[in-house]
């Protein structure tokens, strides 16, 4: 990554400054001082300056004038230094001010006259100030920044820096009159009073001065340019900031949020950052080389003060087209970019772009792309408004780094949001339709993903429409989250529907399911075959009883509520989880009146509504008591119930089922027994057809007998009796006949020549669909056809 447009900064030359009692004792040291000399260097310094300044030749009554000299000094660590010194003996008995760099370092920077200009024109300001009104009673050194020749008795600390900066540090030196507390080596954010203006990090260092009675005559401060040295701490913070806060997530628009966060206020006035559309989609974005559409949109931004700018582009909104410029350019070969307004007008041209990409009082603008495994993700750019330095070399790197770093965290979001995408589309299209609705039953389901990071997981739902108006309800579980779960969860809903058309009881379901996970574990890689397992529920409602038959594998129960009672878990004899095997599955019965809703649901859901699985199941039931009298709509009471289940996010999703029946006409079923007797089946013949005049179904006669009379005669024949028959009518017209026989049947293709063999084939052209199931004794033969007009 390379850096463009930074100008460069001489480093200053280091001073140390202290102040000191009448007793040689250092009572406030700077941080050049602590590097240089070392307390107890400076204490040798103190008592030496003291001693000298004693001497009458170098007395001045008039306590205004410096003395300077060199002195070696003993480093506390070990070792020697020389150093120049300039002492000042403020006009009270104490402290004395002394500033000291190392010898060679004047000697190398100034030439003639090189101790005065390099201790007292270099990097500090001293001066005393009266109890009365903090206004300057006696100047001694300054930093040519600050004011002219120099500061006058009677200038105020306002002549030095900004008068809002100026009360911050009134308050600061205030308090040390009060309470004596010295103030040492404490940062000051500060602002020039007159030019050159400019921002600095003063290092204050102040100390109550005070007559021979012990009475407070003032406060003596140190003044220590310590813009260089907190820069650069301000910078280890920032990059630490930088790393430790950005990219913490797997979202990109999260992730740019961060990035705002950590570079304003403390490294520019405004910052925002621009994704690429297909970013924020989970995609590679384009590679796209020169002006135009740069397919960016505003993912994230931050003001130092006040509101957003207006004119700006606001978040979400996409970044027009660009004209086509070196600094576009620059940014797409991975260069960041530092540049100034006037430049940035000069190259926009158009106002209204500049109007976009620069805000009211700008001065000084940094731009670096987000750039990862050689795509450009989109870009970070940062200004400076009321901060008056501009954007230089050492900024230019430190914001490449962050660039750099978060680049990553912005590309690890985009992989996991294409990997979440595809994954939740699988399972998307693994799940069935949430609302069905048929003449006897209708149902709802809802789905809510795992949250705080974790993958998608396996939890599934289905309403399967079975033969006869029956309804197969079903909900599991698959252990595990991720692509495996959601495979798995799809190969056991394929499998439930093919065992729920072959109309095998829900515990007879559930063997066969268990054998299926059983095999799917054996094929598993060894290290994975722990992991292959599921909990799951099956219930099959019939309209004509109005009973509904369950049976559980390792699944909790269903909550049911009748008609305006209390809704209440059903009592189920669960059996183990699919895969373990071993035990059987047992089917518990419930009644379900017309308007009853039951509730099926995944474990996810309960650890929604708290952490014990009993209490969440009656919170859930409540619940449901409460919003069923709320509520009509089935899949609005659904979300409602996931709505309900607040908290922080749950490393598992959860997936819910509600089922409502409804009631059939009163006369919309007959039903007739007949003996195992030939001549039964005339009767059932005639008995179809009176019943089929009176529903208005008399083009349906034909079909229905023929139908009726090929059924009956295959069961007096084959099965005995007694042979049941059951005429059931809604919007199609089902014939079911019973008989106590467990054969299968069959149905044939009769040759020409073949006397027999063709009941069966007549029944299954006559109706749209036929077939046949088992009962607990015997089994029942159906076929349904379509209702005419």
């Known amino acids: 990554m390379g850096v463009s447009g930074a100008g460069d900064r001489a480093p200053p030359t280091e001073v140390a400054a202290a102040l000191i009692d009448r007793r040689g004792v250092v009572t406030g ?63 009270s008995p104490e402290p004395t001010l002394i500033l000291a760099a190392p010898a060679d370092r004047v000697s190398e920077a100034q030439g003639d006259g090189a101790l005065s200009r390099a201790l007292l024109g270099q990097d500090s300001i001293g001066f005393v100030l009266r109890d009365t009104d903090l206004a300057v009673v006696q100047a001694n050194v300054r930093h040519g920044a600050f004011a002219g020749p120099g500061l006058p008795q009677g200038s105020r600390l306002a002549d030095v820096m900004h008068p809002a900066d100026a009360a911050d540090v009134e308050v600061a030196l205030r308090g040390v009159l009060e309470t004596g507390v010295p103030l040492v080596a404490s940062e000051q954010r500060v602002r020039s009073a007159r030019p050159p203006r400019g921002d600095w990090s003063l290092s204050v260092s102040a100390v109550r001065t005070e007559d021979t009675r012990g009475r407070p005559t003032g406060v003596a401060v140190l003044f220590t340019d310590a813009t260089e040295h907190w820069e650069a701490e301000r910078r280890r913070e920032l990059r630490h900031r930088a790393s430790a806060d950005v990219g913490g997530t797997l979202d990109a628009s999260t992730t740019a949020e961060e990035i705002v966060d950590t570079l304003v206020p403390d490294f520019a006035d405004l910052a925002w950052v621009d994704l690429a559309d297909a970013v924020l989609k989970g995609d590679e974005p384009p590679k796209t080389f020169g002006g135009g559409d740069l397919h960016l949109r505003r993912a994230a931004g931050r003001v130092a003060h006040g509101p957003w700018p207006a004119g700006m582009l606001r978040f979400g909104e996409p970044v027009p087209p660009f004209p086509d410029l070196p600094m576009i350019r620059d940014l797409q070969e991975g260069r960041t970019i530092v540049t100034d307004r006037a430049t940035l007008e000069r190259g926009l041209a158009d106002p209204a772009h500049v109007r976009l990409a620069a805000p009211d009082g700008g001065h000084s603008m940094i731009v670096a792309p987000l750039f990862a495994r050689g795509l450009v993700l989109g870009a970070v750019v940062a200004w400076r408004i009321d901060r008056t330095e501009p954007f230089d070399e050492e900024d230019a790197a430190l914001f490449t780094e962050i660039a750099a770093h978060a680049a990553l965290g912005v ?26 609705s048929t003449r006897v039953m209708e149902t709802a389901g809802a789905y809510l993903p795992a949250g705080g990071g974790a993958e998608i997981g396996g939890d599934w739902f289905d309403a399967i429409e079975l033969p006869s108006l029956r309804t197969a309800l079903v909900v599991g579980d698959v252990t595990g989250h991720g692509l495996h779960a959601a495979a798995t969860m799809g190969r056991l809903r394929t499998a439930v529907q093919t065992l729920a058309d072959l ?76 895969g373990v095997g071993g035990l059987p599955f047992e089917t518990t019965d419930v009644d379900l009146p017309p308007g009853s809703i039951m509730a099926l649901y995944t474990d996810g859901l309960l650890h929604r509504y708290g ?147 063709r009941g069966l084939f007549l029944v299954a052209q006559l109706s749209r669909r036929w077939g046949s199931r088992y009962g607990v004794s015997g089994k029942t033969i159906w076929a349904e056809q379509e209702l005419s007009g």
């Open 29 to 91: 040291l700077s941080r050049a001082a602590e590097d240089l000399l070392e307390q107890r260097a400076a204490d040798v310094l103190g008592r030496s300056v003291l001693r000298l300044l004693a001497e009458p030749s170098s007395a001045d009554p008039t306590g205004g004038l410096p003395d300077t000299g060199e002195i070696s000094l003993l480093r506390g660590s070990g070792g020697t230094i020389t150093v120049c010194y300039r002492a000042e003996r403020l006009r």
């Open 411 to 436: 590309d690890n979001a985009r992989r996991y949001t294409r990997e979440q995408r595809a994954a939740a589309a699988l399972q998307q299209r693994l799940l069935p339709q949430t609302h069905t």
């Open 503 to 578: 109309e095998l009881s829900p515990d007879e379901l559930l063997a066969h399911l268990d054998d299926l996970v059983t095999r799917l574990a054996g094929e598993a890689d060894p290290a994975h075959r722990d992991m292959v397992g599921a909990t799951c529920l099956v219930a099959v409602h019939d309209p004509v009883t109005g009973r509904c038959t369950m049976a559980a594998a390792g699944h909790p129960p269903p909550i049911l509520a009748v008609a305006d009672d209390r809704a209440v878990p059903v009592v189920v004899r669960p059996g183990p989880p699919l």
């Open 611 to 757: 952490p014990d699985i009993d209490s969440s199941t009656r919170d859930l039931a409540t619940r449901l008591t409460e919003l069923r009298r709320q509520e009509d709509s089935l899949p609005a009471l659904a979300q409602a119930l996931m709505n309900e289940a607040g908290g922080p996010p749950q490393p598992d999703d959860a997936a819910l089922l509600l089922a409502r029946t409804s009631a059939l006409e009163a006369d919309a079923v007959a039903c007739w027994d007949f003996p195992a007797d030939p001549a039964a089946v005339a009767s059932a013949r005639a008995a179809v057809a009176g019943k089929l005049a009176e529903w208005g179904l008399e083009e349906q006669a034909f079909a229905t007998e023929l139908i009726v009379s090929e059924l009956v005669t295959n069961a007096v024949r084959y099965a005995g009796g007694p042979v049941g028959l059951r005429l059931i009518r809604v919007d199609v017209l089902l014939c079911e006949v019973t008989d106590p026989s467990n054969t299968q049947p069959r149905m044939r293709r009769a040759r020409t020549t073949d006397e027999g063999g």
